[in-house]
Nanobody, 119 residues
Framework: QVQLEESGGGLVQPGGSLRLSCAAS????????MGWYRQGLGQKRELVAT???????NYADSVKGRFTISKDNAKNTVYLQMNNLKPEDTAVYLC?????????????WGQGTQVTVSS
């Protein structure tokens, strides 16, 4: 059974940095995309960043220039380096990994890790 384990969240002051990690276990293969989403209190889940199997990345406008997504294929791990954090970045950050199964795309979600940006 595929499991995603996130780590790296916490409390940080505005302007600070955090690095999130998400490791997939359970024999996942044919990964199509890896990404991070976030959901603030009372808000809808939103895309933060994704990275495709070819290494191309996509970012939400609100994090461009501050966040960087990367991956380690050998470890089935995706990272999110977050710099110059702002209070509005406060949210639960969730890891998402998608793999191909024939013509279908199977999506897996982590449990989420809390990021709080506050002075």
């Amino acid at each position: 059974q595929v499991q995603l384990e996130e780590s790296g969240g916490g409390l940080v002051q505005p302007g600070g940095s955090l690095r999130l990690s998400c490791a997939a276990s359970g024999g996942i293969f044919s990964i199509y995309a890896m990404g991070w989403y976030r959901q603030g209190l009372g808000q809808k889940r939103e895309l933060v960043a994704t990275i495709m199997s070819d290494g191309s990345a996509n970012y939400a406008d609100s994090v461009k220039g501050r966040f960087t997504i990367s991956k380690d294929n050998a470890k089935n791990t995706v990272y999110l380096q977050m710099n110059n954090l702002k209070p509005e970045d406060t949210a639960v950050y969730l890891c998402n990994i998608q793999r191909r199964d024939g013509d279908a795309v199977i999506s897996y979600w982590g449990q989420g890790t809390q990021v709080t940006v506050s002075s």
